[in-house]
């Protein structure tokens, strides 16, 4: 069903400093560079409070910013109860804080939480935590966060635009 409203998406990982601020990033220039800035909200948190207010991990936004994207806004945050409300989709970058947001949610709110993936043209469902890795690591979160939002995008578009 076609909606005049905003559709909104909360992408969400452990820390909130790599994988979801950085989908939050990308999706949101995907979302721009397709005209539809003013149909869909993106926003990021994380399953945990380690980061609370701390910008996107620097090798992250490093990393972003050589393919052109900017997480310099984004700040972290922990997912809030009424985030299972607000947001239409919650995405989550992987099995683990999958079944931590199905945890946390009320039952009514489960057909929101999703992986991120679903949405890939690629046969993973999880985006790895390069946390602990090196910069090729922030390189293949890009590559499969990039390729989710198209697919993301493409859902949207032929179900809610």
Known sequence: MKSEQKISI???CMGNICR????????QHVVEEAGFAENI?????????YHVNEPADRRAREAAKRRGYSLDDIRAR???EDDFER??????MDRLN????????????HDKIRLFLEFSSGHEDEVPD????GSSGFERVLDLIEDA???LLKMLRDNHL
């Open 10 to 12: 909360l992408f969400v």
């Open 20 to 27: 979801s601020p950085t989908a939050e990033g990308v999706f």
């Open 41 to 49: 909200l993106a926003d990021s948190a994380g399953t945990h409070a």
């Open 78 to 80: 922990r997912v809030q």
């Open 87 to 92: 947001f239409d989709y919650i995405l989550a």
């Open 98 to 109: 999958h079944e931590m947001l199905l945890e946390q949610a009320d039952e009514e709110y």
């Open 130 to 133: 390069p946390y602990y890795g």
């Open 149 to 151: 939002s198209k697919g």
